[in-house]
């Protein structure tokens, strides 16, 4: 049974143009890819996104640490990870530092975010609002709507069910959330 969404905060067209609006060849631009790449397919919070290291990403193995569990990247997510770990490596940044960083491997902030999704929206030519938990929203109810278990959508995206009956459903393994996050198609403009 597939699941609609009333009002997706972001189509999976808008986000593929807001990837788009990110140029492919400079070491910044590949940066934002990775990171709207995390926080749509990946469905990562903004501050955990920012707060990876690069030995909490696998893009191989299509794995993401996030403190306390471990998330899957599907072959988008994965691509544009790797793509930009190869730039960072290429411009002498280790591994000591944020995955998601300046040049110069300090940590971007919250801030600049917020300011950095209105900006490529503008210059994709959308005109919707375009923010970090949006892109995150978007994740959730494309997986819904490919017919992803509840129980492997809350588990990449990190949410505890607070029902007294949640006890009692199963914990999907991470080899299962990996797998299925790997499996996801990828999204058509």
């Known amino acids: ?34 990171l709207i790449a995390l926080l749509w397919r990946a469905g990562l919070r903004p501050g955990e996104a920012l707060a990876l290291r690069p030995t909490d990403v696998d893009p191989a193995a299509r794995r993401v640490r996030i403190r306390d569990r471990v998330a899957g990247l599907d072959d988008l997510a994965a691509s544009e990870v790797e793509q930009w770990m ?13 995955l ?21 929206a503008l210059r994709a030519g959308l005109d ?14 494309e997986m819904a709507g490919e ?9 990449q995206l990190g949410i505890r069910p607070q029902s007294s009956v949640a006890r009692y459903l199963p914990i999907p393994d991470e080899a299962d959330v990996v797998a299925t996050m790997a499996a996801r198609p990828v999204p058509l403009a």
């Open 100 to 120: 998601i960083s300046t040049l110069q491997g300090k940590p971007l902030s919250q801030a600049y975010v917020r300011e950095l999704l209105p900006r490529l």
């Open 128 to 141: 919707s609002r375009v923010h970090a938990m949006g892109l995150r929203y978007a994740c959730a109810a």
């Open 1 to 34: 049974m597939a699941v609609t969404v009333q009002n997706p905060p972001i189509t999976a067209p808008q986000a593929l143009a807001l990837l788009g609006a990110c140029s492919e060849e400079t070491n910044t631009g590949r940066r934002n890819r990775a």
């Open 86 to 98: 190869a730039r960072r490596a290429a411009h002498g940044l280790g591994d000591s530092g944020p």
């Open 147 to 155: 017919g992803i278990a509840t129980e492997i959508i809350e588990s």
